[in-house]
């Protein structure tokens, strides 16, 4: 059996190879989006198969929905080509149970997928068609963090919006100046109300699109090559929206044990490629069964009705303390400390770390002891029940091949959040800071993971940071086995409110770290040490 249209026809096969199929007329639900588009998604990657499609794919199911998603991708030509267009736009989902079970489904909610680049004609006029029908509804992305970010680190624009913003919007190479150039299209053919919503797992993701795409067109007009009323409607959020929300759910690269567990139930032509632009992706996506959408209910031409998904719709706060709830408390910050130790320590699975009495002591105290005591409750989810689900199911789940070195990737982007709203609120309600052993443990295990030695005194690879070379010339010079060599090296990154969102040296926690990370540089197997020391 293959993952296309034409295999779909033998239903008993797919049945005995215990893979769910889509309930719907397929061909009936493409011709309805062509005609009556109602959702598109810039991202198309496994956060929105296995998850934001399969949303859709419920609503299909039950009669909820008559129309699909477009999907579409403005990195990535040969994603769409290869994994979409060689499949017939279809997914294989696997969801990986925490009893070592999977369930298999084919995933057939995307009508269309898409090229978001005007040197791709046909796909570039179909999208325009698209954002000029007044049946569009959403318009949603899941490009990570980075995909908003215009400018580099020195505060200059990117190479391609410098162009782009030069040349106007007849050619956007970047994603904020195609969804601004569609956004003119739209305002100039009937300016149909919209709401443009981020699904990206960060902060105030809503805010950091919006501030985006309208910098981008406000560039335009100041250059001469866009109207002030397309500036004013797309800035009035009676119509253009940009709600905030808040995604939870882990899509790891995709597993050669699942690979292997699809081709047993003969399940062809799964193999994984790689993309000329390094894209790794395959025919499946493997994820966890828990997920969590929030989003703020703000929707000017109407939305599809996802709360018969799961999706909990409700007002910006509330939006702002569930993400505030999982990544300061519940989820982020865990899955931080088991990325740098598991590093140090030679792990390669988290699920194998939830094995090591050391890191679990570690993490529950971050969470349970640290953690909790200053959460924020959004009130629609239980903070205490959350990071249950995450210690004792997500976690462990053995069938989550996620690794420590991929989640270590950026961390200088997260610690701030991750930990210094713990250091904040225990500041502003006058907890003692004393209290606090397994935020500075994490904190001093980062610095330690910076040196590029594992626990061993091993050569380790680092993951990519946009601080880590800074990082690590301010580390030069000290040495496994010597921490008298640490010195002050500490002191300035510390001090680095960039980084920890405030100045630690000014709080009592500064001279605990240093004091941490000294110990857990004083030779091979002191990292171990130190953590058995603190956490008993």
């Known amino acids: 059996m ?7 026809q033998d239903t008993a096969a797919w049945k005995q190879a215990g893979v769910k199929l889509p309930a719907f007329d397929i061909a009936a639900m493409r011709e309805k989006t062509r005609r009556a588009p109602v959702w598109v998604h810039f991202g198309a990657g496994n956060i929105f198969r296995a998850f934001i499609a399969a949303l859709q794919q419920r609503l299909l199911d039950s009669g909820d929905a008559e129309c699909g998603i477009t999907a579409a991708d403005t990195f990535d030509v040969d994603n769409i080509r290869m994994i979409y267009g060689g499949y017939d736009n279809l997914t294989m989902s696997v969801t990986l149970n925490a009893d070592a079970t999977i369930d298999k489904e084919i995933i057939a909610s995307v009508a269309e997928a898409l090229v978001a680049q005007p040197g791709e004609k046909a796909d570039w006029e179909r999208l325009r068609e698209i954002f000029a029908s007044p049946s569009l509804q959403i318009v949603s992305f899941t490009i990570t963090e980075k995909g908003y970010a215009l400018r580099q680190i020195n ?31 739209r305002y100039m053919n009937g300016k149909a109300p919209l709401a443009v919503v981020s699904m990206d797992n960060c902060s105030h993701n809503g805010e950091k699109l919006r501030n985006s795409i309208v910098e981008v067109a406000e560039t335009w007009w100041k250059r001469g090559l866009v109207s002030w009323d397309f500036i004013a409607w ?16 882990i899509t790891p690269r995709p597993a050669p044990a699942v690979q292997q567990m699809l081709a047993d139930a003969g399940i062809e032509d799964m193999a994984p490629i790689q993309t000329p632009r390094g894209t790794f992706v395959a025919p499946f996506v493997n994820a966890e069964k828990p997920q969590y959408l929030v989003v703020e209910d703000r929707f000017p031409n ?15 706060d509330t939006v702002n303390r569930t993400e505030r709830m999982k990544v300061t408390t519940c989820l982020n910050p865990l899955h931080t400390a088991l990325a740098v130790y598991g590093c140090l320590l030679g792990y390669t699975l988290i699920c194998e770390e939830m094995k090591d009495a050391d890191l679990v002591k570690l993490v529950r105290r971050l969470g349970y002891t640290e953690g909790l005591p200053v959460v924020t409750d959004p009130g629609i989810l239980s903070p205490r029940a959350f990071i249950d689900e995450v ?6 789940n053995p069938f989550m091949p996620d690794a420590p070195q991929r989640i270590a990737t950026d961390t200088s982007q997260k610690v701030g959040i991750r930990f ?10 006058g907890r003692p800071m004393n209290q606090l052993v397994a935020v500075p443990l994490v904190i001093a295990g980062w610095l330690r993971y910076l040196m590029g030695v594992d626990d061993e005194g091993n050569p380790m690879p680092l993951s990519s ?19 008298e060599t640490a010195g002050d090296k500490l002191k300035p990154i510390l001090a680095n409110d960039m980084i920890f969102g405030s100045n630690l040296t000014r709080t009592p926690l500064a001279e605990r770290i240093e004091a941490y990370f000294r110990e857990e540089i004083a030779g091979p197997g002191a990292v171990r040490r130190t953590l058995r020391k603190y956490l008993g």
């Open 2 to 8: 293959k993952v296309n249209l034409s295999s779909l």
């Open 155 to 185: 505060g200059t624009y990117l190479p391609a919006v410098a162009e782009d913003l030069e040349k106007g919007p007849g050619h956007p190479r970047h994603a904020m100046t195609a969804a601004a150039a569609l956004l003119l299209y």
């Open 234 to 249: 797309l800035t009035n959020e009676t119509r253009v929206s940009f709600p905030w929300s808040m995604i939870d759910k």
């Open 302 to 316: 109407g939305r599809p009705p996802l709360e018969k998904a799961g999706v909990y719709f409700t007002d910006r």
């Open 391 to 396: 210690v004792e199911q997500r976690l462990p």
């Open 420 to 429: 210094g709203e713990t250091i904040r609120s225990y500041a502003a309600e």
């Open 465 to 483: 940071d946009p601080l880590l070379e800074d990082l690590q010339k301010q580390l030069q010079g000290i040495e496994l086995g010597r921490p």
